[in-house]
């Protein structure tokens, strides 16, 4: 690998990357086989999960950086087919990660072509809901702006894909991870709800109150202690 600017600065890129080594054995638990990726951003460069091997066979220095335009900077190994997906979301409103699954319970969702409604206070974490976005091939700039439009349309920090699976974006890799549990687990209960009835939903004032005490734990993801 050739050396460049951003090589050669070991503390910034060494962080986002061994970031990724941190949290990509986490997807193993979420996702079938290694049909998921996980990003985290720095500046204007991100480190990617590789593809095509286990989510612990790689370290930080393997770890591939792009650019946010999709150039390779750095690193061996081939990153994620889904790099467009990944750079599109974040040139639009540049979150510091993002999970990528096909995690079953979302993806059943993706299937039935399914928003998340708020059924549970706990979808807070992301937001109202979670939209569904309109179907594109994987790996491409068309998938990417259909994302980017739903999440932001619907103010939400996630996005089920259509016939896919699911995004899920967060300030740091840990609350993205986390998150993604969060809504897996969400679209789980909604399905079994549904199996059985209508699930109710909670109304706009409801989720504000929720908002607001949320908010009042500094940040969104201390749902944990809610
Ligand atoms: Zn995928």
Redesign the pocket.
Known sequence: MTRDGLADDPDRLRAAREAVVEYAPALAELTPGR???LSVRDGDAIAVTPTGVPYDAFDAADVPVVSLSGERLAGWMTPSS?VPMHTGIYRHDRPGAIV?T?SPWATTMATLHRKLPPVHYMIVAVGREVPLADYAP?GTEELAANVVGAMAEAGSDAAI?AN??LVVTGPDPETAVENARHVEDLCRLYLRASSVGEPHVLTDEQLATVEERFESYGQRSGVDEA
């Open positions: 049909t998921g990726n889904e990528h096909h994987y894909l896919h699976g």
